[in-house]
């Protein structure tokens, strides 16, 4: 029912920035939780971080604390993902998801379960 449209990835020389954008359609989101998770080759799905549909709340993971900052703008169905200081191990496909609920639950929001709908994914390759 929603549909999910990552972009921005591309390649990046480590040390350099990229802004990831995730556009909903089909029905809206504004209420939800959205999260951005990503998968490198030969290993599982890593989750990225989250946001709470007020915005007011954000998670990250450990990996991208300081670095990465998730935001989102509820009047036109869009999540970003602002990566600075990028890093050969950030190279990965990017998802982003929806989490029908309104609240950032810690205990939840970092698996990919918890999360109905996806995007398609975008590339993001960091070169050293």
């Known amino acids: 029912q929603v549909q999910l449209v990552e972009s921005g990835g591309r390649l990046v020389q480590a040390g350099g920035s990229l802004r990831l954008s995730c556009a909903a359609s089909?029905?809206?989101?504004?209420?939800?939780?959205m999260g951005w998770f990503r998968q490198a080759p030969g290993k599982e799905r890593e989750f990225v971080a989250a946001i709470s549909w007020s915005g007011i709340t954000t998670y990250y993971a450990d990996s991208v604390k300081g670095r990465f900052t998730i935001s989102r703008d509820n009047a036109v169905n869009t999540v970003y993902l602002q990566m600075n200081n990028l890093k050969p191990e950030d190279t990965a496909v990017y998802y982003c998801?929806?989490?029908?609920?309104?609240?950032?639950?810690?205990?939840?929001?970092?698996?990919?379960?918890?999360?109905?709908?996806w995007g398609q994914g975008t590339q993001v390759t960091v070169s050293s």
């Open positions: 998801a929806a989490d029908r609920d309104p609240s950032l639950r810690v205990g939840v929001v970092t698996t990919s379960f918890e999360y109905e709908y």
């Open positions: 089909g029905r809206t989101f504004s209420r939800y939780t």
